[in-house]
């Protein structure tokens, strides 16, 4: 059924993820959309419930309640569309509650076929189990081999979701690609019918007739355009839109309960990392700047740009703030954890937290010092999402370092480490900390988690999504100062002059190593003149330039933050600890 956006006042969007369900309530209020109610019950999409419907069925109960608003008939069906008693308009669904799809990824050379097809599933819900190099052994990711038999018992051992072959540019190697394809079907014809995963193949295109002639009938065969044809052209298009039609058929489409949840929604469900993207790219265009949005959920991680009107998006399925934690410690040494932490903690003590997290993944830091853990994991988790993205950013008007983010107007942060911290000024300093923006950017936070289910909604209707973000999406952190440059510790950095709208002005000195938070109300505006010494840059991309800018108040105000770029980190363990504990008392925490 197709609906007319201008017919729909009430729209209740669901957002199902790994932990928890949240259901939120838009409506019109005085003439414009408005966020009316918002509820959050734990997941149930695990044992012992085994539906998700479970959960959903009781945040719209609980939104009934605070409306008086019944939204379900005495079957437990959803009202559509309202009626003088009860019921909404429509109904929008975005989820995360899938697990990813576990890959067996095999290809010629690392260097070249291997690495394209990783950049090309890192904006997938996919994990890469294992790996084999057709060309030469690859270490460090998964398991790995590069023998024949050795292929067909990795097949074998890792019961994989899908196998993708990648390969030879088009009309290059042949026989090591044939190989893969013969390791394939000899350990396909191995399993049950119902248990053999399909098969993409996205290497040399010239032998897609002979890797079908291999395959046979012993595997589902799926070929599509070659993700590297040549040594200068990368094509991750086509892999990445096969990988997530197969999430939706297989992971997706496999939730207890979803095929009841999909029938109750008004356009197709979308995972909530493509959804969160949508959103961060609304954001872009609607004022023509560079935006950059992180959520660092449950058990996935995201971070999706908008670089001169250029998208990109990561996602890490094997990294998140529940089940996934412990797995922080396979890509990341424990002291990369422990210098984020004002306190010392020995490293067993930090493996066993995370590992007990992992298993009681729905519990809540019971002391300052879990609290901070987990913060300092947000970090890691961060950094890594920033590796993977700083090869996407190429060389432009905006990249003015090659080895530092390039130069945002906007950050968005997200997902429940930074939606609940205790202060915001304990969320800002995990962004600053972690992603290091350089030159003048606007800090918000995605407090109620509203920015991916508001891309639900925008399919539905887009006036209602474009409301509701401006007035109850994000909370203004405020903007932050970051010049880059070094120096001796105390020396000045710049000096900034504020100009208040009500004719008040403030000029201070601000010393390297420092952070500075100054005052700017929430809808608040002021005049900043910055004035760096000569070995700063404020974002101009020349050092000692001075510059003025408009910037915009909020909960925390105009943060100062000139500690340098790259964020100097000392060798000293106590020290390290003790600047911690400095930076967070700058901040408020």
């Known amino acids: 059924m197709t609906l007319d956006y201008l017919s729909v006042q009430s729209i209740l969007a ?33 044992p012992p419930w085994n539906d998700l419907m479970a959960s959903v069925r009781q945040a719209i109960m609980q939104i009934s309640e605070i409306t008086g608003l019944p939204l379900l008939n005495r079957q437990g069906q959803i009202i559509t569309p309202q009626q003088q008693s009860g019921g909404v308009d429509a109904l929008v669904v975005i989820t995360s509650a899938s697990p990813p799809l576990r890959l067996l990824l095999a290809g010629v050379m690392r260097d070249i076929s291997l690495d394209s097809a990783r950049r090309a599933l890192s904006n997938t819900y996919a994990t890469v189990e294992g ?72 290497g040399n295109a010239d ?32 892999l990445q839109i096969e990988l997530e039609e197969l999430y939706r058929q297989r992971k997706m489409g496999r939730l207890p309960g979803f095929g009841t949840l999909a029938s109750w929604s008004s356009v197709p469900v979308l995972p909530a990392a493509k959804a969160h993207a949508y959103t961060i790219q609304y954001l872009s265009n609607l004022d023509g700047i560079n935006v950059l949005g992180v959520d660092v959920g449950g058990g996935t991680s995201t971070m999706t740009s908008m670089v001169d009107n250029h998208l990109e998006l990561a ?18 040494p424990s002291k990369s954890i422990s210098r984020w932490l004002p306190f010392e903690i020995e490293p067993a003590e930090i493996r066993n937290i995370l590992h007990n997290k992992a298993v009681h993944y729905r519990t809540l830091p019971q002391t300052r010092e879990e609290l ?20 996407r950013w190429t060389d432009g008007a905006s990249r003015l370092y090659p080895d530092l983010l390039p130069k945002f107007h906007l950050i968005a942060g997200g997902g429940g480490v930074l939606a609940n911290a205790p202060t915001y000024g304990q969320a800002a300093l995990m962004l600053l900390d972690a992603l290091q923006p350089v030159g003048v950017t606007g800090l918000v936070l995605d407090k109620l988690r509203l920015l991916a289910p508001l891309a639900a909604v925008a399919m539905l209707n887009p006036l209602a999504a474009a409301q509701v973000t401006e007035q109850d999406a994000l909370q203004n952190l405020g903007t932050v100062v970051a010049p880059v440059g070094t120096a001796r510790e105390g020396e000045v950095a710049l000096t900034f002059k504020i100009d208040y709208d009500d004719g008040r002005s403030l000029e201070v000195e601000v010393p390297y190593g420092s952070l500075e938070v100054i005052p700017l109300a929430t809808g608040q ?22 510059g003025t800018t408009k910037v915009e108040g909020g909960v925390l105000g105009i943060i100062i933050d000139a500690r340098g770029r790259p964020l100097p980190m000392a060798q000293d363990p106590a020290e390290q600890r003790e600047r911690i504990q400095r930076w967070l008392w700058d901040m408020g925490s």
């Open 14 to 46: 669901l957002d199902c993820g790994s932990t928890a369900t949240q259901a939120m309530l838009i409506d019109r209020v005085d003439a414009e959309y408005r966020l009316v109610a918002r509820t959050e019950t734990p997941s149930t999409v695990e």
């Open 131 to 202: 790996l084999v190099s057709l060309g030469r052994r690859v270490e460090g990711e998964g398991s790995t081999n590069d023998d024949f038999q050795g292929q067909v018992e990795l097949f074998l051992e890792l019961k994989p979701d899908a196998v993708v072959i990648v390969g030879g540019i088009d009309g290059g190697a042949s026989r090591p690609v044939l190989q893969a394809a013969e390791a394939v079907a000899i350990a396909s014809s191995a399993m049950a019918q119902a248990d053999r995963p399909p098969i993409v193949y996205a």
């Open 207 to 238: 032998l897609r007739s002979e890797v079908a002639e291999i395959i046979g009938a012993e595997a589902e065969l799926r070929a599509i355009d070659n993700v590297r044809p040549s040594l200068d052209l990368e094509n991750p298009g086509p």
């Open 315 to 332: 996602i890490r399925s094997d990294l998140g703030m529940s089940y996934n934690a412990a797995r922080l410690l396979a890509q990341v």
């Open 372 to 391: 901070l853990l987990e913060q300092a994991v947000a970090r890691e988790i961060l950094r890594l999402l920033l590796r993977d993205m700083m090869p």
């Open 525 to 546: 505006t002021a005049d900043l003149e910055l004035r760096p010494t000569r070995r700063f840059d404020v974002g101009l991309g020349v050092r000692g330039q001075a």
